[in-house]
């Protein structure tokens, strides 16, 4: 359930910043991120999210989602099978 909801989360954000709703692409993305949002580089990457990155609220998302995904590669990579994938 927590994939489905940051997962929509995020489709939701695309979609309200394309329209030019940056209030509610905003929310959207707290929305993704209070589902544990992990995906870095949609966040970094993705054209439609230009006009939300000078904001605060997509900053504080965006550090949230670095630090997970960080905990992440870090549990990931103390497994043999992970660790022989990130070298």
Known sequence: AMKRRSFRGQIHAEVEALLGNVEAALRALEVADGANLL?????????????????????????????????????????????????
């Open 39 to 87: 995906d870095v580089f949609w966040l970094e990457h993705c054209e439609d999210l230009a006009p939300l990155r000078t904001h605060a609220v997509y900053k504080h998302v965006l550090e949230h989602v670095r630090a997970r995904a960080e905990e992440v590669k870090t549990v990931f990579a103390a497994s043999p099978e992970g660790a022989s994938l990130l070298a």
